[in-house]
Structures are given as structure tokens and as C-alpha cells.
């Protein structure tokens, strides 16, 4: 593992420059690595409590025919 110091030696930070320069060496970081980042794709689940019983619907699970598709528009 390398130290913070010699990591930032290597990108061209320069610690005697002005501190606005600095300011602006990070911020130019942060960007950077907000668009090298790719998207969250994480899924939310809610995870039933212990004891609680689980609920199996058939539409959402795909083996019975949703009612919306099975109603007729007049």
C-alpha cells in the first residue's frame, strides 16, 4: 500500500502552489472520478422480519396471467 503524500506526487500535485491552485487540482479529482465511476446499479430488497410470514404471488412470480391483461376494454 503507498502513502496519500507519494500517490499525489505522482499526479502533479504540487504542495508549494498557490491554495487556490490546490483547490483546484481537487475539485478537478473529484470530477474526474465521479465520471470513472459507473452508475449504482444496486437493488433495494426488504427482507422480511423473523417470524413474519412471506406472501407468494403468483403474477409477480410470472405463473398466472396478470388481470390487466386478461380484462377486456369496452
Do not use: C, W
Not at 500517490?7 to 465521479?34: C, D, I, Q, W, Y
Not at 437493488?43 to 391483461?69: C, H, I, M, R, Y
Amino acid at each position: 500500500m503507498r502513502r496519500i503524500g507519494d500517490l499525489l506526487k505522482e499526479m502533479g500535485f504540487n504542495p508549494e502552489a498557490p491554495t487556490s491552485t490546490n483547490k483546484a487540482f481537487f475539485k478537478h479529482l473529484v470530477r474526474a472520478a465521479e465520471l470513472a465511476s459507473p452508475p449504482s446499479t444496486e437493488v433495494k430488497t426488504t427482507l422480511p422480519q423473523p417470524g413474519q410470514q412471506l406472501s407468494f404471488d403468483l403474477e409477480v412470480l410470472g405463473l398466472a396471467p396478470s388481470e390487466s391483461k386478461t380484462k377486456k376494454a369496452y
